[in-house]
Nanobody, 124 residues
Framework: VQLQASGGGLVQSGGSLRLSCAVSGRISGRDVRAWFRQAPGKEREFVAAIRWNGDTYYADSVKDRFTVSRDYVKNTVYLQMNSLKPEDTAVYYC???????????????????WGQGTQVTVSS
């Protein structure tokens, strides 16, 4: 299984970006796909996730600004990011793992597969 993230870039504060994560291979029948991010000098943090049944979860810091979705045919997960702020600047990673509960979906240790990361930079 391989995950390929793309779509990062440089954007002004208030702008938008859409990240994509294409997955080759099959993770599990009931899997969860997620986005994490890591800023310089900080730990990797949960951003958003979507389970096999379409349930979505968001970090409080991105709720109402970011939207996670998935295309089952293309086996791709997206992260639409609107109203971007300078504090959203980070390397964004996509991840895939077995089914999760609402409590465990935020844990990086749950995920078996990771993409290579894509840089998002928001200028003020």
């Amino acid at each position: 299984v391989q995950l390929q993230a793309s779509g990062g870039g440089l954007v002004q504060s208030g702008g938008s970006l859409r990240l994509s994560c294409a997955v080759s291979g099959r993770i599990s029948g009931r899997d969860v796909r997620a986005w994490f991010r890591q800023a310089p000098g900080k730990e990797r943090e949960f951003v958003a996730a979507i389970r096999w049944n379409g349930d979505t979860y968001y970090a409080d810091s991105v709720k109402d600004r970011f939207t996670v979705s998935r295309d089952y045919v293309k086996n791709t997960v997206y992260l639409q990011m609107n109203s971007l702020k300078p504090e959203d600047t980070a390397v964004y990673y996509c991840a895939g793992g077995p089914n999760a509960t609402p409590q465990t979906v935020v844990l990086p240790t749950l995920y078996n597969y990771w993409g290579q990361g894509t840089q998002v930079t928001v200028s003020s």
